[in-house]
């Protein structure tokens, strides 16, 4: 191998080495909490836009959440924030697992946000509903 070679091979070498680290730690479990959007407001359940959670299983965004009617209880509602921590795509119920399912990489959340699969580092925020006749308060 001659000087020039040499070189070439060596600047690869440690321009892999620098960055390698870089893409292994982007999937990476980290120590932060659960993440999503400040938010408080109102689903009216009587609105057509959110006849959805009229059904067990039904869910909706708003607000950058994913509200989802987790039982058929007056309070069988349940509120994550939509993003998966691990990419960013859009989170959605999985009626058939009970659960919230990324369709990106298969992350996957419980009810209260907790990672239960998957690549996901962190959990989703989970929210606050109360209910008051056919409103819906979601909070956190």
């Known amino acids: 191998m001659n000087r020039k070679d040499f070189f070439k091979t060596t600047a690869l070498a440690l321009a892999g080495i620098a960055i390698g680290p870089a893409l292994i730690e982007s999937c990476s479990k980290s120590g932060t909490g659960p993440q999503g959007p400040t938010v408080n407001f109102t689903v009216d359940l009587n609105a057509s836009a959110n006849a959805a959670l009229a059904n067990m299983g039904g869910f909706i965004y708003s607000n950058g959440v994913i509200v989802t009617r987790i039982s058929t209880a007056a309070l069988g509602f349940v509120a994550l924030a ?4 691990h990419a960013g795509c859009t989170i959605a119920y999985n009626a058939a697992g009970m659960n919230f399912l990324c369709p990106c990489h298969g992350g996957t959340y419980d009810a209260n946000g ?7 580092p962190n959990p989703v925020k989970s929210y606050a509903v109360t209910r008051v006749n056919s409103i819906l308060t979601i909070k956190g």
């Open 82 to 85: 939509q993003a998966c921590t």
């Open 114 to 120: 907790n990672v239960s699969g998957g690549p996901p």
